[in-house]
């Protein structure tokens, strides 16, 4: 059964980088059928999509965090990375990863999610 | 872009039936058949219940069911159950090659 896990620091500094990593199991990263995403709920507001990337390099971002926005993969450790830059207290949210079928089909399995406070 | 407009709260007594509807415009709901439904408990992941508008994923009740029409898509749900209680969030892909999610919607179940 396919498992992701999210990890990283749950406390950035404002102007800092947000740098989260997503750790996949239960399943390869390397799958064609399969893109990788990082989505956001802020406290009190809706899911909100960041970004989906392939493990061949394609990668697709929301606009208003896309020149914010990093997503790589590194297959050899069956992991995906997120990293924000320049962040702010409305960059305070849970942040989920999870794996998209086909891109845009369906979001079919999402981490539990990391509380990430942007706080001087 | 702007988010998909989803009633803020439904409720329902056990046994009943209720609808979540979800409106776009003709570059994202309307545009493709790609709008996907989500049940979110707080606190824990959320869960695929609905995609490409209206196929139900492997495990998930029967009672849920998804519908579209022109630039609005729909979520049912029939014979409402207390652990049905939780925060429903559709999503569609969109002609700018993004995914957008709607607002959400609370349903509480009376």
């Known amino acids: 059964q396919l498992q992701l896990q999210e990890s990283g620091p749950g406390l950035v500094k404002p102007s800092e980088t947000l740098s989260l990593t997503c750790t996949v199991s239960g399943g390869s990263i390397s799958s064609r059928l399969y893109y990788w995403g990082w989505f956001r709920q802020p406290p009190g507001k809706g899911l909100e999509w960041i970004g989906t990337v392939h493990y061949d390099g394609s990668n697709y971002f929301t606009p208003s965090l896309k020149s914010r926005v990093t997503i790589s993969v590194d297959t050899s450790k069956n992991q995906f990375s997120l990293k924000l830059s320049s962040v702010t207290a409305a960059d305070t949210a849970v942040y989920y990863c999870?794996?998209?079928?086909?891109?845009?089909?369906?979001?079919?399995?999402w981490g539990q999610g990391t509380l990430v406070t942007v706080s001087s | 872009q702007s988010a998909l407009t989803q009633p803020a709260s439904v409720s329902g007594s056990p046994g009943q039936s209720i609808t979540i509807s979800c409106t776009g415009t003709s570059s994202d709901v309307g545009g493709y058949n790609y709008v996907s439904w989500y049940q979110h408990h707080p606190g824990k992941a959320p869960k695929l219940m609905i995609y490409e508008v209206s196929n139900r994923p492997s495990g998930v009740s029967n009672r849920f069911s998804g519908s579209k029409s022109g630039n609005t898509a729909s979520l049912a749900i029939s014979g409402l159950q207390a652990e049905d209680e939780a925060d429903y969030y559709c999503?569609?892909?969109?002609?700018?090659?993004?995914?957008?999610f709607g607002g959400g919607t609370r349903l509480t179940v009376l």
């Open positions: 999503a569609s892909y969109t002609t700018s090659s993004t995914l957008i």
């Open positions: 999870a794996r998209l079928w086909l891109w845009f089909r369906a979001v079919d399995s």
